[in-house]
């Protein structure tokens, strides 16, 4: 019992002086190691979920909405983690330096995260991959391909509303236009 109360009793001193002040040595240490993350992560809390892989599979099977598996029903350039990883990809940027600079502080954002913000990001046409060269097809990118791919950001989307007036365009004009690819777009979806 005396030795749990001078344990208890323990200073607890995080980077920089702060003393903790929590109840016992446990809650102290908690305390002051989930500040000092927050500290050195301040935007991991973006991509703190455990379902990026669920996200990764939807997009992957070309689910329009992939982020709703993390809760997020908005477009995907629109999520936190997405916005984040088009304005850091910008005008081209390998897969594996992506990786780093959100893996990194400020962030500390899982792989998965970073993963899944690159292939919904392509999959809803925000992003263009090329692998040696060659442009990916759409639902052909997956995490073990992630590392070696070439992005660019698309300087015009077209969404599935847009997508589906220009298909039935071309069919009223004669034009033909097999679903899922566009005749003016390499690979694009219609």
Not at 25 to 40: D, F, G, I, N, P
Request: net charge positive.
């Amino acid at each position: 019992m005396l030795v749990a109360q001078i344990i208890d009793g323990a200073k607890v001193l995080q980077g920089g002086g702060n003393e903790r002040l929590e109840a016992n040595l446990s809650e102290k240490v908690k305390a002051a190691a989930e500040a000092s993350l927050v500290r050195l992560f301040p935007e991991f809390h973006e991509a703190d979920d455990d379902r990026w892989a669920q996200v990764i599979e939807r997009a992957r099977r070309g689910d329009e909405h992939p982020l709703e598996a993390v809760e997020f029903s908005g477009k995907t350039d629109e999520h936190p983690v997405g916005a984040a990883v088009l304005l850091f990809v910008g005008s081209g940027k390998k897969g594996r330096d992506v990786r780093a600079h959100f893996s990194a502080p400020p962030y500390g954002w899982p792989r998965d995260a970073v993963d899944a913000a690159l292939i919904s990001l392509f999959g809803a046409g925000h992003l263009r991959a090329t692998a040696d060269g060659v442009a990916l097809r759409p639902l052909s990118l997956d995490q073990g391909k992630v590392p070696a791919t070439d992005f660019r950001v698309e300087s015009a989307t077209i969404d599935t509303r847009q997508r589906l007036k220009l298909r039935k365009l071309f069919q009223d004009t004669g034009i033909p236009c097999k679903p899922k690819l566009a005749p003016w777009a390499r690979n694009r979806k219609c």
